[in-house]
């Protein structure tokens, strides 16, 4: 069934002429419909189509008075589509979407006023009290969203359920994000573009082009405040060009998780931090996606020094109850995020962190003390180990000036399957195919291929472990082919090892490796293993290849104890050093 409140001035069905607003609504014959209605008795009922023809340059007024008409009549069964007729016009106010509602900008540029302070599309009223997911079924089509060089977010989503964004560009922002939502759920974003979002000065904490936030009173002012996740987030097949960072967060709430989240086939070119970046995320995919031109292509935080909040704070800012701890809890040991299939070519430093360039960064936080609050920007979240959990990433192409993949604090890991290739100067800092740092615990690293880096192959450190580093190849490393440096890594397998600048593998200061079994290690110049530990536990080292010069076909001890076969050993001298008297 279909209802027309200007049925009255005779515009049903028809555009009307001369100055009116044209509405243009999809009438059903009541004789027929109840004709059906009683053959068919399950019949679905159909969308009220309404079409807005504004008549003035700006359109604020005119669709919002649709939009206002579909908030009293549209249903869940009988939702209302606000059509606006193709063409460019202005904004001077934010057009406000509720329940139930499509509004279809297909063919139609909306740009802001320069001088408002307004967002170009937001959910809820412009000061609205409504709590948890309590919006739903809004859609968003089409169009240009232009939000004219100013700060203010263009789009901005909350307290909502059963969202869509689809083919719709949003551009043209100063200092501010393109996209904003916080506590949604169950929204897909397809088909979308986001492009030309400048940030000027030497900082700023707003760099994503589609942020996902924290309802509290800086972030979303005129939205009730609430500890109320965003969750079941998709964006797909979009394109963000000349921003900053493409999708990502940098705050959350302690001890709560964005969950269910879906980053697949979008592409991202020209960036000056993170293409993706996650932060307190559990059970994400973060698949096919083409990175070109960025920093770094995936960042995955738990946990961060700046921008994470307690719920508490955010309940006292609205007055809505949690139950969500303020005080530490250890993170999850499988967090399921999985970064697969992804084309990566990271170049540039980051210009928001100073990090140089990475493909993918896994990093936790771990904190001695209590952290001093940071103001509106962060609470003093308690002491505690935030590390990353339970991670796979398998299948990456990654062409980088820096590093490949690091993994800081991260444990229960596994990175298998990448093809990574250093492009950078090979004369300049050394830079790590794959990096294990900062207690990086208990990771698997396979089948991956390591090109031409400036550094080492794979380098663990740092009280760092690897369950297996097993069946890699390794090509050209200006240093060493696999390195472990006051860590540890229970198995060292199967790996070929081409043309490394030192030795093929070796284990230094306070490294250990269990075993190190059938690897092959090709036109090698220097002794192919070397051990050099302060370790009193025995390394079994066996069934190993070499070629290369004579000298260098060897294993050779310096310190350290190791159990050798298949291969020659040879003991460094140590050197004895006199008193003078």
């Keep these: 069934m279909t209802i027309d409140w200007a049925a009255a001035n005779g515009t049903v069905g028809r555009r009307p002429e001369g100055g009116v607003t044209g509405v243009m609504v999809v009438a059903v014959v009541a004789l027929v ?16 189509v309404i079409e807005v023809t504004p008549t003035t340059e700006d359109a604020a007024n005119e669709v919002q008075k649709q939009l206002n008409g579909a908030k009293k009549s549209a249903t869940a069964k009988e939702p209302y589509i606000i059509k606006v007729a193709p063409g460019s016009y202005t904004l001077s106010k934010s057009l406000r979407l509720y329940s139930n509602t499509t509004l279809d900008l297909t063919d139609v540029t909306l740009t802001v006023q320069k001088d408002k302070t307004c967002n170009a599309v937001r959910i809820g009223e412009a000061v609205d009290t409504q709590a948890g997911y309590y919006y739903e079924n809004i859609h968003l089509i089409g169009g240009t969203l232009d939000n004219n060089g100013r700060a203010n977010t ?14 719709v560009t949003v551009r043209n922002a100063r200092n501010g994000h393109l996209v904003e939502v916080g506590g949604v759920a169950n929204m897909t974003v397809s088909g979308c573009t986001f ?3 400048v940030q000027v000065g030497t900082y700023t904490m707003i760099p994503e082009a589609f942020q996902i936030d924290v309802l509290n009173t800086k972030h979303f002012p005129g939205h009730l405040p609430e500890a109320l996740p965003v969750k079941n987030l998709t964006i797909e097949d979009c394109a963000f060009t000349n921003v900053p960072r493409g999708i990502g967060a940098h705050t959350a709430v302690l001890n709560q998780y964005v969950r269910n989240v879906t980053i697949r086939n979008n592409t991202f070119t020209n960036l000056k931090s993170a293409a993706i970046q996650t932060m307190n995320f559990y059970h994400t995919l973060i698949e ?21 909040y307690f719920a508490s704070t955010l309940a006292k800012q609205g007055g809505v109850p949690t139950t969500v701890s303020s005080k530490y809890q250890a993170p999850a040991k499988k967090q399921d995020i999985i970064i697969r299939n992804n084309t990566i070519t990271a170049s540039g430093y980051d210009w928001y962190t100073g990090n140089s360039p990475r493909g993918i960064f896994l ?32 299948g990456n192409t990654i062409k980088t000036t820096g590093h490949g993949i690091m993994l800081d604090d991260a444990r229960n890991s596994t990175i298998s399957g990448n093809k990574i290739t250093f492009t950078g100067n ?14 990086a615990t208990n990771n698997t690293i396979a089948s991956n291929t390591i090109a031409k880096f400036s550094g080492h192959g794979v380098f663990v450190s740092d009280g760092s472990s690897a369950a297996s580093i097993k069946s890699n190849t390794i090509t050209s490393p200006k240093k060493y082919g696999i390195s472990i440096q006051g860590a540890t890594a229970t198995t060292i397998k199967s790996n ?37 530990t302060t370790k009193t536990s025995t390394i079994t080292i066996k069934a190993n290849k070499f070629s290369g010069t004579k000298a260098a076909k060897v294993v050779k001890l310096k ?3 190791v159990k050798v076969s298949g291969s020659t050993l040879v003991k460094e001298p140590v050197k004895k050093t006199t008193t003078k008297k």
Excluded at 288 to 308: C, D, E, F, L, W
Excluded at 497 to 518: F, Q, R
């Design 33 to 48: 419909l109840c004709l059906l209605l009683a053959a068919v008795p399950q019949m679905a009922f159909a969308d009220t």
């Design 154 to 167: 263009c789009v901005k989503l909350a307290h909502a359920k059963n969202v869509t964004m689809t083919g």
């Design 195 to 197: 492009r030309d979002q």
């Design 288 to 308: 096919g996606n083409t990175i070109k031109n960025a920093p770094a292509g995936v960042v995955v935080y738990m946990g961060h020094a700046r921008g994470m």
């Design 363 to 394: 990093c936790g936080w771990t904190f001695s003390r209590k952290l001093t609050s940071g103001s509106v920007e962060w609470d003093p979240i308690p002491a505690g180990n935030y590390y990353v959990s339970g991670v796979t990433v398998k």
């Design 426 to 439: 090979r004369a300049g800092a050394l830079r790590y195919g794959i990096w294990l740092l900062s207690k």
């Design 496 to 532: 070929v090892i081409t043309s490394p600048g030192s030795h093929g593998i070796n284990v230094l200061a306070k490294g250990y490796a269990k075993t190190i079994a059938s690897n092959r290690i090709r036109n090698v110049k220097q002794p192919a293993i070397y051990v050099d």
């Design 559 to 561: 310190t350290g104890k």
